[in-house]
Structures are given as C-alpha cells and as structure tokens.
C-alpha cells in the first residue's frame, strides 16, 4: 500500500500513523492547489476535529507566512484541498495535525518530503506539537509498512520507553515540541520534479 | 437495463460496479454541463462518502488539466452536475471513485467511453487508485449485465483469484495503479456523435 | 379532486400517480416563473429524493435547451418554483420525475398539457425513463380518478400485464423509454390561454 | 383576545382557524414590510409545511402581481416578514395558507381586512383552495371568538353539513374554490388608515 | 446580581422576568451596536422560540421607525448584537419578547432605562403585548431581587389576582396592550451617560 | 504542559481553568490574526455556548474599541481565529469568556500577558464578569499546574472560603466585576518580542 506513495515526487502528500478501532493504520495525507480565492475543502470521510486540524494547519502557515518563506498573496489566488484516502473508514480526532501541516508546507514551498518517514501529533494554532494517544499501536503498524523515522511530541517519548525494544529494532524517531522541528525533519530542501511555480 | 445506456453516443455515461444490501448490481454515473459558475452539484441519494468522491473527481481533473489537455478556463464557465440513476436506493461508498472520474473525464473531453466496459475503484486526490470491497458480488452483477470488461485497482487481483474461474469466463480484466491507466482503456480517442465544443 | 386541475387552460400543472402509505393516489406537479435568477425551490413536504427530481428535472431542460427550442437566456432571467400540493402529506421517492418534467416543459413553452392523463416514471439526467414500483395501486387510484391515459417506462409493462383486465378497462398505455418521447405524449401543440411571451 | 385585532386599521392582519392538539382555536397572521432586498421571513415557532405556505403564497402573489394591480417592482424593494404570535405552541400544517395570502395581499395593496371573518384552507401555487381537516373544532373555535364569516374550500362543505346546525347559529360561509373568491370577500376595497404608499 | 446593573448608564441592558425549571429567575438583556451592515446576532444558549422574538423585536422597530423618531438608515450602518447573561442555563420561550424590544429602543435612542424596574411578555410583530405563563414564580423572583415595578400584558392580570396580597406588597404593576405603552413605562426620557451619536 | 507556554513572547495565549469530566484541568486560549475581512473562527472541539463566548469578547472588544485604544478600522482588515488546543477533549461552557477576552485584547494590542497567571469567568456583552462553577477543582488544578495568581469573580470568593487554606497557599486571587479589571491583572504594558503592526 505504501509503495503507491514511496516514490512520490509530488508536492503535498505525508504519511501519519493512525488509530483506529481495528488498531494501528498508517494514513496518507494529500494536498493540491487549485486556482481559485482561498477556499479550504476537506475530504475523506473526516470528523470535526480532524477538519478542524486541517483549519488549524492553514491558519498557521498563513500566520507564519514571512518564517516559512512564502508571498501571502499565494493564499488568496489558490484554493486547496486536503483529502485522507480511504474513504469507507471514517476518521476522527487531532493526531493527523501535524501531518496535514506537513502536507500543507509541502505543497505551498514545492519541498520533496523525506521518504520512509511517517509522523503523529497535534498542532496548536502557535505551532506548538501536542502528545496524541495510541503510540504502541501506531509504532506497531509503522513497523509493517516499512517506515524508518517517526515524529512525535517529546511527550509521547514516556510511551515508547514502555515499548519492548525488539519492536523499535530499525526505527529512528525524532521528538519535538514544534512545529518548526517537524518541517525541518520532514521536509527536504530540494523541490520536487515539476516543481509548480506559484 | 443496460440496454438503455449500451449505444450511447453521448459523453459522461458509464458504468459502474456496486455492492449495495441485496448484492452486487451495476450502476450508471450521469454527468452533464450547463453553462454557469463552476458549480458542481450531485444527485441520486448519495451519502456523504460517494459525495465527496465527486468532488476529489474534479478537483483531480482541475489540477491534471494540462495533462488531460482541457482550457482551464472552461471549469469557470460551466456548472456540472453529477447524477446516480434508481434514486429509490441510497448509494454511498468510495468505490464509484474511478466511474466519476471517468465519466467527467469524457464530458470535458467530448470523448466516447468504451462499449461494455465496467469499473469499480476508490480514487485519491492524486489520482492513485485504491482497492475496494465486494468484488466477488460485483462482478456476478457484471456479468448478469453482459460486461465484457472490467477496470479495477491492482490490489484486488487477489480477489479475483479467489473466484471460481467458471464465472469470469467472457470477462477481460484491466488491473490499475493509477487514473491515467483507467482513463486509457476506459475512453476512445473517437469524440461523440455531436460533440459540443467547449 | 381532480376537476379542479381538468380545465387546466394554464401551463404547467401535471397529474402523476403517486405511491403512499394508504395506497395509490393522484397528485398534481404545479410549477411557476417569477422574474429572477435562476433559482430553483420547491414545496409540498417533499422528501431529498423528489427535490433531487426537481433538480434533474431542470437540469434536463437546460442540457437539451436547443432540441426544446428554448432560449437558454431565459434560465437566467427567472426563478422557477414547482409545487406538489396537500402539504399534511409527505411526499418522496423519484417516481415523479416525468411529471415534474412534464410540467417544466410546459411551462417553458406555455404549451398546453393533454386532458385526462397521468404519468409516473424515474427520470435520468440524460432523458432516459426508468421504471418505478406501485404500478397497481397507482392505476386503481388512477382509474378512481377518471385518467384516461397513462404514461410509464416501458419496463413496467410487466407490471401491468400482472394486472386483472378488468380494472385496465378504459385506459389507454404509453411506454416509453425517453423523456421525448413523454412530452410528445403528454403536451399538446397548442398554446395555453394567455401563454406568456418569456 | 381577538379584540386586539378586531379594530385593526393596520393592513396585513387575518384571522385563521387552526386545529391544534388541544381542540380548534383561532390564530391571527401578521406580516409587515420593512426597505429590503425581497427577502421573505417567517417567525412563530411554525414547522416546514406551514413555513412552505409563507413561500407558495408569496410565489402567487408575485407571478399573479398583474391581476391584484401590483407593480411587480415592490417584490425587490421590501422585505416581507409574516409572523404567527403565541411562539410558546408550535404550529405546522397547510391550513393557514389562505390567511397567509391573505394578509400579504392586504399588506401589498393596503386593503382593509373585513371585520368578524375568520378563513381555513391550503392553497396551490396556482390559486386553487384544498379542503383541511378538523372543521367541527375550527367552528366552535370560531364561535367562542365572536367570529361572524367564515371562508372554506367549497370540498369542506361536506363537513360542515354534518354538524348540528345550533353550533352553526349566526355564523355565515363562504365556500370557495380559488384564491380569487377569498380575496373577494375577505378584503373590503378601502385603503386602511394612513395607508403606506408603495 | 442585580447590583450589577442597577447602575446602568449604560443603553440596552433591560431585566427580564424568566420561569425555569427550577423557578422564577430575573434575566437581563444586554444589547450593543457595532459598525456593519444590519446584520442581527443573538448569543446566550438561546432556544429557537427566543431568538425569534430577537428578529420580531428588531422588525418592528424597523416598521415603525418613524414613530420612534429614528432615522432608517441607522438600521443598514449598523450590526446589532442581543445577549442574555447565564450561558450555561439553555433558554426559550417568548416571553422576553418585551424585554428585548425595550432593550433594542433604548439602544437605538440612547434612552436610559427606568431603575428596579422589570418586564415580562409576548410581542407581536405589530406591537401588541401578549400574555405569558408562570406569573407567581416571576413576581417571587422580582421581590427577591428588589424589583419595584413590573411591566406585563393586561390580560396577566387575572393572575396576579390570584397570588396572596403579602407576596405583592412594595411592587407596582403595569398593564399593557402595546408596545407603545411599555416604552412609555419603561424608557425614562433622559440619553445615557456618554450617548452614543448614531 | 503548561512549560509549552509559560515563555510566551507571543501575544493572545492565555491560560483558562476549566472544569471537565475528569475534574479540573488548565487550558489555553490561543488566538492569531490573518490578513482578512474580519471573519472569526474558533476551533477546538467547542461547544455551542463557548463558541458565543468567543462572539461576545470580539463584539465587547468592537464596542470598546475607543476605551482600548483599538483602531476600529483593524477589526475589517484581519481575520481572528480562536483555539483551544487538545482537540481529543471536547469542551463547553461560559466559564472561558474573560480568558478568550484576554486573549483577544494581547492579540489586537499585542501586550505580553503576565507570567503564571490564569483565569475563570463569564462575559457579558457590557463587560461584566459572571460566577462560575467547579472552583474547588480548579484551583486544585490551577495548582497542580504551578499557577501563581488567579483571576475571578467577586461573587466566587464565596467559594475560595470553602476551600481549606493549606490548599490556597500560594494562590493570589484577583476577585473582579469588570473586564476592565481583569485586563489591568492580566496584561502587562509591555509589548511582546517582535510586536506586529496591525
Ligand atoms: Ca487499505
Ligand atoms: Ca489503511
Ligand atoms: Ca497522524
Ligand atoms: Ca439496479
Ligand atoms: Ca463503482
Ligand atoms: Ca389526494
Ligand atoms: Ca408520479
Ligand atoms: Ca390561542
Ligand atoms: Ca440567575
Ligand atoms: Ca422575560
Ligand atoms: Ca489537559
Ligand atoms: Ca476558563
């Protein structure tokens, strides 16, 4: 399944670490811009909260435009839209945060996103990664797909000091308190191939 | 009732594969233009899910429009409406993902889509095609329906292969990746009988 | 009931058979233009599957504006408002999508609707007639109320054949499988009394 | 409590008869108009069938404006809002829509209301008057307000023969078929005190 | 509580008379102008039933403008907010409907409102005053909160008579029909400290 | 937790004591302005009254702009958006409302917001802060979370005395009637680390 992504040399789209109620999934987040004036849509089957971390995740971007290197003029001529594949699950809850913000940085700077990586965590509106439940599991279902580095809050660092250490045999994580610490993980400095002009 | 779409020289017809409470059926995926503001609208008693798979549709035709060699411009002028025939039945699920995106594909393109030729597949935004269920179920309505052809993501092949070989006798199948592949065998490069200029 | 909608020297009213709980029933689609935009409403206590009729409905009409010989401008210049009366009865399911086209039709062209019959049938976005359920009920309550013609999809022919010949006495069938081919059944080529110049 | 209508110089206030869970009683339609773009409002704690016949009398009211010698610019230049005091019951059901129309009509041509006239009955978008339920409780309803006038749909005439004629003492009816009727008798060809000027 | 507004300079804030669940209560209505465009928004965990008599208390101010020696053009420059104090305690009914009304005239006309005064009763969109229920728990709620003089409709009258004279001592009523009546009782005719120019 | 933001050079991040399921908790108000037309948005898994809370700070801040020093101008030129972090808990109540203020009035005047401080209470619309529920709890998570101050309603004193005093120790309390005061506790005159413009 992760392989569809593995080679991905579109702008845009992250892998997060999920829990659902049949344990531990990994998730795709993906973006795209289209020409239009600003409008945010939200697709694939998303509760409340989860819409509100993809509002969250724009409304941080917009208010660290000159940090992140981009003309705020770009949010007004663009429309975009944040789809989770999967549609016949629904999902819910805040831990997809960071990973839409991921997505969302992706795709308005054109950065490749670094590839085996997969990351969970909430965001607050100042950019600030919260600790988010269901590591075991998630770390669990990370390991099935091959990932290599995990992001999370340094809080969650407790939950995985809980884990047997045979199951944490080839995965490096990186913990963070914000958000400019996941983008400097997660995002490579080269544009992907095609890289839009915006 | 297949016989009623079969010489269909119009664009933005096609069929799709369903797994509704009673089995597998077939269903038809309705597109037309009126000229407008862009609007997309859907009938038929779709819920939530097979909604937004109408939306991702667009918004993946939108963002590929050079590719699919359509004016941009045309999206801005046109409303489009997207029906799902037998409104007695509800409809939900992503699996009529690939039926949209093809039958949007041949409205904006003016070109004829493939005589019985039947298709059941969730699309993402970046149009990657992903498994669905039921397939078993489907293609016994497949067959029920004289389809000669059947697209479907690559990942249900495994499902195929657990079905009695008796009953794919007659059907030919094309195992998918990606919306390009679904739009190459599921579309003629002939335009409909009064095409309309756009 | 029906006397007061027989001398209809107006546009626009229809009788289509309905399907309720306490058995078949007559109902009347009643629709008119107001100067405006373009707005579509509907009442009568419908349910979303009937609204949607309304809408395909007029959808149709402006898709094939041309073959009606009808102006496209005028989709613009006003609002349209259709109406199923008796309000304390709610109302849904697709099968008045025929009248509710019917009655469009009539409108738009101020052409005066045939005396004496009844239709019911599912209408598609390309103008094709699907069959609907009920069919004995409806000609029982169609015959109570001195219809002299009715109009359905040729695929419930079988409906009717199931029925004791006794209670078809008097009524003359038209199956159709398009939506021409109801209008060309239903409206007359003559003007309404009065018939507004759109 | 009627008495607060009863000298009613003021255009737009009609007497009702409605059927509630507590027997018949009497309601009054209030609606004014205020500078505005055409917008209809509607308060009263009313459900969405008698919210609809706000709709479908104000849609008859614009599409007939020629015959009550409207000018059918007013519809853009006010705002309409109908209100249905004593918001601590709720109220629902098709019956008021001829005293909705009513009140609109004395409101748009400032026509004084007949005094000691009570009405019941639904209205069509074309003008026709249906028959509604729970006469025998209306009338009584009716009688303990000194109401001296009565307007019904002619089919409700059949009701009104069955109940004991003492309860009908002093009480005169007006059955009509069409909006046309009621207009006729329950609005007098004065102008109420310092009519406004349209 | 009360203390709180007692010395209110302030326009807009205006004491209610609530029945709850458990009792009488006072309630204040607070209201406030900021620049806009006419837009109305009422805040307070209010129920559906006490939001209309918001609109119905602004619609008749704006219907009789001229009376209350207003200038129309207020209504288009400004936005009006209404709020009732006590989130947590969900809120209904129309019995504030005067309360609301006084609170928007003394807004609109920086009139101060009369001390230890407080009010309970229906409005029409026409302005009469309609009668209410739980009259004694009210009145016991007033006396507790020093209340001195009480507005309500004329037709409650009957149900003071019927609390013991003990209960009633140190308050004065004040019967009414109509708005008019209530403003004149309940508005002094001195402007506010530092009254706003509109 | 609290460590996340107790270095907070940013403006609009308050800390609230709330009263969940679960006992007491802290939370963070957070809020940020975008470019815009004056549209507030507020995010966090709120309830209905909370969301009015939001409301009812930025209309008390509008209608205050002059006592504020506030240019009434920036209220049309930027968007506000409210955030209450931990997405996964959902939230409700008034008791917010002088924290989102707080929040509000750091973000439009950028002050910094005094260290280790926080706050419980309601708004009204003229500025008045109502008592709350749940105090015992919260102080003892306003404790747990190293809070030096905290800032109420007088009219919660009484609750502060019920508590026993070895629990108190510590604690200052700041016992307030007015917004005004809890901005005079709550904010200091100093400007945060690269103050915006607005
Ligand atoms: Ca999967
Ligand atoms: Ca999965
Ligand atoms: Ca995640
Ligand atoms: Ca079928
Ligand atoms: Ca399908
Ligand atoms: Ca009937
Ligand atoms: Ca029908
Ligand atoms: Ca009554
Ligand atoms: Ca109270
Ligand atoms: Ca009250
Ligand atoms: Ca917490
Ligand atoms: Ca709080």
């Not at 407790?158 to 914000?178: A, M, P, Q, S, W």
Request: positive net charge.
């Amino acid at each position: 399944e992760r392989n569809k992504y593995e080679n991905n040399d579109v702008a845009g789209v992250v892998t997060g670490l999920a829990w659902t109620q049949v344990g531990g999934d990994i998730l795709f987040i993906e973006s795209i811009l289209s020409k239009g004036k600003g409008v945010l849509s939200v697709t694939g089957n998303l509760g409340k909260v989860m819409k509100e971390s993809a509002t969250l995740a724009l409304e941080y971007i917009k208010s660290n435009a000159a940090e992140l290197k981009l003309d705020p003029s770009i949010f007004e001529k663009y429309n975009v839209h944040i789809h989770v594949p999967e549609g016949a699950t629904p999902k819910d809850g805040p831990s997809a945060g960071i990973t839409m913000l991921t997505s969302l940085v992706s795709l308005f700077t054109q950065r490749k996103v670094k590839k085996s990586i997969a990351m969970t965590g909430e965001i607050t509106l100042r950019g600030k990664v919260l600790p988010v439940g269901g590591i075991k599991e998630k770390i669990l279902a990370a390991k099935r797909a091959h990932i290599k580095e995990i992001i999370m809050c340094s809080e969650n660092e407790r939950d995985i000091k809980e884990i047997n250490e045979d199951y944490l045999k080839g995965l490096t994580f990186h913990y963070v308190n914000d958000m400019s610490e996941v983008l400097a993980v997660a995002l490579t400095n080269e544009k992907v191939k095609n890289a839009k002009e915006l």
